[in-house]
């Protein structure tokens, strides 16, 4: 990858990108037609297009908490009414409420799957009970950790108009920096949010670095394999400390340290392990944990060990 963007030339730098090539070649790697995919400046981005196609102030939008903040984020900016639900103790999807709400006409639903920070993922039989019900509504896949789940809708964008599936290049080819993520939709869908686009939202780097990335397969999938083996074994480590986790799709997993759980996550900053704190809006103790290399999961099991001691 880092070859790839070496070889960029003066020429090439000064020159305005051109996106056809590289969207037909991307367009190969989701299994898609280059007119279903639009390429946008990160994952942010590609969910942002919704609110500039879709939402206007008063708008209803539908969400599912906890999750990724942007949409709530870009809710707020764009003055749209916003209609959360909540998933459940055991951090289940809440699919009777979800279609239940459909019934208020949102103007467009955002599902992270697998969601962030809970690591829930939901599948097919979920997704057409969805569908079916948004009547009146754009449905949003955020899979922006799709590759770790092995679960995808993009196979149903010919089947359901309103379906479009939100994507990035920072989780699994590890693109965070250079942004690049993708909107994918059938022709006519995603013509309308084409509309909405300026003419020139991705720059040439995140391009060839993508590319990069997915031609080089066999990397990415030593990673994905390697997220999935130490996952389990991740939430087996922390449940013989008495730490509880929830079952994740994602490469990241969510658990509960209780009450002692901030001052664990301030003792292990000063080691320079960051855990992602929702205390906020969860409850004292529940972190997002990363999945990085054996060796950072083992120095994550030796600190947590040494400073947090489970409730008796
Ligand atoms: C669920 C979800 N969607 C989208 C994104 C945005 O990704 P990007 O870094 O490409 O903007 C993230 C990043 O954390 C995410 O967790």
Not at 110 to 115: S, V
Not at 287 to 298: D, F, H, L, N
Request: glycine share 6%; proline share 7%; net charge positive.
């Amino acid at each position: 990858m880092r070859r790839a963007l070496a070889k960029l030339t003066a020429k090439q730098l000064a020159m305005y990108p051109e996106y056809q090539a590289p969207t037909a070649r991307l367009a190969r790697y989701f299994k898609v037609r280059p007119e279903e995919l639009l390429l946008t400046n990160g994952g942010d981005d590609a969910l942002r297009v919704f609110f500039d196609t879709f939402v206007e102030a008063g708008s209803g939008i539908q969400i599912c908490e906890p999750t990724f903040p942007m949409y709530r984020y870009y809710a707020e900016i764009y003055g749209a009414r916003i209609s959360a639900l909540r998933y459940g103790s055991e951090m289940e999807f809440p699919l009777e409420s979800v279609i239940a709400e459909l019934r208020k006409k949102p103007r467009v639903l955002f599902l992270a799957n697998p969601n962030n920070p809970t690591g829930t993922l939901f599948g097919f039989e979920e997704l057409e009970k969805i569908l079916r019900a948004a009547t009146h509504t754009a449905v949003v896949m955020d899979e922006a950790y799709a590759e770790f789940s092995g679960f995808t809708a993009v196979p149903w964008i010919r089947k359901f108009p309103h379906l479009f599936v939100a994507r990035t290049f920072s989780k699994v080819a590890g693109l965070a920096s250079l942004r690049l993520g993708a909107v994918i939709a059938c022709k006519e869908s995603l013509a309308l949010v084409r509309r909405a686009m300026p003419p020139f939202p991705v720059n040439l780097a995140a391009l060839v670095a993508a590319e990069a990335a997915v031609n080089d397969r066999v990397t990415m999938q030593a990673y994905v394999s390697e997220v999935q083996r130490l996952r389990p074994w991740l939430a087996a480590e922390l449940q013989k400390l008495g730490v509880r986790s929830f079952p994740s799709a994602g490469n990241f997993l969510f658990a509960n340290f209780g009450p002692a759980g901030p001052a664990l996550s301030r003792k292990l900053e000063k080691q320079g392990i960051l855990l992602r704190e929702r205390t906020r809006d969860m409850g004292p103790g529940f972190v997002r944990i990363s999945i990085g290399t054996p060796a950072e999961m083992k120095k994550l099991l030796k600190a947590i060990r040494k400073e947090w001691k489970a409730p008796a």
